[in-house]
């Protein structure tokens, strides 16, 4: 993935846990070859496999917890790293922005050359609620999805109830999630 997923991953452990823990994780994930990351680089996916692993290990925490936290930090990392204006044109209401969430990417993708973004689909089923399926190249993201979608809520003071129903490890054929969210007006953010 590219550098800035990685560098967000170390920014969000550095504020949390401190910049020696961050030095121990990344040791663990025997990246000590690498001094720094560079957000437009794109790495290899295993670098940050292997960083969430180490995390781990190290925090004493599972998975699904670090790639849930760092999903929810994503939405303000990239809102003060110079993606502000983006989310912003995204919408201002969590069904809104997820709609355009596929066109947000693809806006990425003209800077980021070898982006393999996600994508996003979903079905309005009340004005309260929608089922979200989410598609990706890579596996074992969902809690990152479950997350992001925390992060949203936050940004659009929105709360969230979130059931994922399909699960693409047992098998499916991608991760569907179940979404309730209070009667969002508009919000000028
Ligand atoms: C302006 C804000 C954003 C930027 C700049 C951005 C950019 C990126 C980048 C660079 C990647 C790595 C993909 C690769 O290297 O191939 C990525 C992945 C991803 N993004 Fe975004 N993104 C933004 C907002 C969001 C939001 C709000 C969501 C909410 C659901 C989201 C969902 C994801 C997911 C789930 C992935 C993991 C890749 C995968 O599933 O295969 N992104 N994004």
Same mark, same amino acid.
């Given at each position: 993935?590219?550098? &800035?997923?990685?560098?967000?991953?170390?920014?969000?452990?550095?504020?949390?846990?401190?910049?020696?823990?961050?030095?121990?994780?990344?040791?663990?994930?025997?990246?000590?070859?690498?001094?720094?990351?560079?957000?437009?680089?794109?790495?290899?996916?295993?670098?940050?496999?292997?960083?969430?692993?180490?995390?781990?290990?190290? &925090?004493?925490?599972?998975?699904?917890?670090?790639?849930?936290?760092?999903?929810?930090?994503?939405?303000?990392?990239?809102?003060?790293?110079?993606?502000?204006? &983006?989310?912003?044109?995204?919408?201002? /209401?969590?069904?809104?922005?997820?709609?355009?969430? #596929?066109?947000?990417?693809?806006?990425?993708? &003209?800077?980021?050359?070898?982006?393999?973004?996600? /994508?996003?689909?979903?079905?309005?089923?009340?004005?309260?609620?929608?089922?979200?399926?989410?598609?990706?190249?890579?596996?074992?993201?969902?809690?990152?999805?479950?997350?992001?979608?925390?992060?949203?809520?936050?940004?659009?003071?929105?709360?969230?109830?979130?059931?994922?129903? /399909?699960?693409?490890?047992?098998?499916? #054929?991608?991760?569907?999630? /179940?979404?309730?969210?209070?009667?969002?007006?508009?919000?000028?953010?």
């Amino acid at each position: 993935m590219y550098g &800035l997923v990685n560098k967000a991953i170390q920014d969000m452990i550095c504020k949390y846990h401190g910049e020696d823990t961050w030095e121990t994780i990344k040791e663990k994930a025997e990246l000590e070859d690498i001094d720094f990351f560079i957000g437009m680089d794109a790495y290899s996916d295993d670098i940050t496999y292997r960083l969430v692993a180490a995390a781990c290990e190290v &925090l004493g925490m599972e998975a699904d917890e670090i790639l849930k936290a760092f999903g929810e930090y994503w939405v303000t990392y990239t809102a003060e790293e110079g993606y502000g204006e &983006l989310l912003d044109s995204a919408g201002n /209401s969590l069904g809104k922005f997820m709609e355009n969430l #596929d066109n947000l990417h693809a806006r990425v993708g &003209l800077s980021f050359s070898e982006l393999r973004p996600p /994508s996003f689909d979903c079905e309005h089923t009340t004005e309260n609620s929608m089922e979200l399926h989410y598609q990706s190249t890579r596996q074992g993201l969902a809690p990152m999805v479950i997350g992001l979608l925390h992060g949203l809520g936050k940004r659009f003071h929105t709360k969230v109830d979130i059931t994922q129903t /399909s699960f693409r490890e047992q098998g499916a #054929d991608h991760d569907i999630f /179940s979404i309730e969210y209070e009667d969002s007006q508009d919000h000028d953010q």
